[in-house]
C-alpha cells in the first residue's frame, strides 16, 4: 500500500541550525511528494512539491529533494529562524496527477529556540 | 485569487447534540473537496471527499455524514457527536488538473 513515515519529533533548535527532517514513502504508482507546514491553530498550508525522481522542491529556503532510489524527500533548510517554529507534514499523492487524496505522515514539530 | 473558509472558528458541543460545520470556497470553480480530522498528537485522517455536487466518497465508517449542496461549499455533519468526535477539522480543495491541496483554517470543536 501507500504510506509515509516521518521521524520522530519534537525537534528542537537552535536559531540559524540546520534543520533536516527526515521522510520516506511507500508507492506502488509514481507519487508526487509535497511538504506542508502547519502552524499553532491554523490550517495546513504548502510548501513545496516534487513531482518526478530528482525533482528538487524550494521555498522559503527550504528545500527537498524526491529521490526514488532511497524513496525519500527530506527537507532541509540552512538556517532556520523562530518563526519557522511549526509542525511539518510530508504527504504523497499516490498516482501523481489529478486523483485528488493525499496520504499524509504523522506530523513533526519544530522549535526553534532565540 | 482563490480562497476557502471555514466556519465556525471553535465549537463547544455536548454528547448526543448535532454537528453543522460549512467550508465555502471562493474563486474557482468544480473544485475537488476533502474534510479531514486532526486529532491532538496524530496526523491527519481523510473522512469525506468530492468531486461533484451531490457525489461524496466516505473514507472511514463514523457518525459523520457530508453533503455538497453547491459547487463551492461542503458540509459536515453528525445526528449525534460523541466525546470521540473532538478534534480539529480542516477543509481542503483542489484542482481537478493537479494534486496539492489547499487548506482552510480549520474549526477546533471540543464534545463535553
Known amino acids: 500500500g501507500n504510506s509515509v513515515t516521518q521521524m520522530e519529533g519534537p525537534v528542537t533548535l537552535s536559531e540559524e541550525a540546520f534543520l533536516t527532517i527526515n521522510c520516506t514513502y511507500t508507492a506502488t504508482g509514481y507519487p508526487s511528494l509535497f511538504w506542508y507546514v502547519q502552524y499553532p491553530g491554523e490550517g495546513l498550508q504548502l510548501l513545496l512539491k516534487?513531482?518526478?525522481?530528482?525533482d528538487k522542491g524550494s521555498n522559503k529556503g527550504f528545500e527537498a529533494t524526491y529521490r526514488k532510489e532511497t524513496t525519500s524527500f527530506h527537507l532541509e533548510k540552512g538556517s532556520v529562524q523562530v518563526s519557522d517554529s511549526a509542525v511539518y507534514f510530508c504527504a504523497l499523492s499516490p498516482y501523481g496527477g489529478s486523483q485528488g487524496n493525499l496520504i499524509f505522515g504523522k506530523g513533526t514539530k519544530l522549535s526553534v529556540k532565540p | 485569487s482563490q480562497t476557502i473558509h471555514q466556519w465556525p472558528a471553535t465549537l463547544v458541543q455536548p454528547v448526543g447534540s448535532p454537528l453543522s460545520l460549512e467550508c465555502t470556497v471562493e474563486g474557482t470553480s468544480n473544485p475537488n473537496l476533502y474534510w479531514y480530522r486532526q486529532a491532538a498528537g496524530r496526523g491527519l485522517q481523510l473522512l469525506f471527499y468530492?468531486?461533484?455536487?451531490?457525489?461524496i466518497s466516505s473514507e472511514v465508517p463514523q457518525n459523520l455524514s457530508a453533503s455538497r449542496p453547491q459547487d463551492r461549499q461542503f458540509i459536515l455533519s453528525s445526528k449525534k457527536l460523541l466525546l470521540s468526535d473532538s478534534g480539529f477539522y480542516l477543509c481542503?480543495?483542489?484542482?481537478?488538473?493537479?494534486?496539492?491541496?489547499?487548506f482552510g483554517p480549520g474549526t477546533r470543536l471540543t464534545v463535553t
Open positions: 468530492s468531486v461533484g455536487i451531490g457525489q
Open positions: 481542503a480543495w483542489s484542482t481537478t488538473r493537479a494534486d496539492e491541496q489547499y
Open positions: 516534487a513531482t518526478k525522481a530528482d
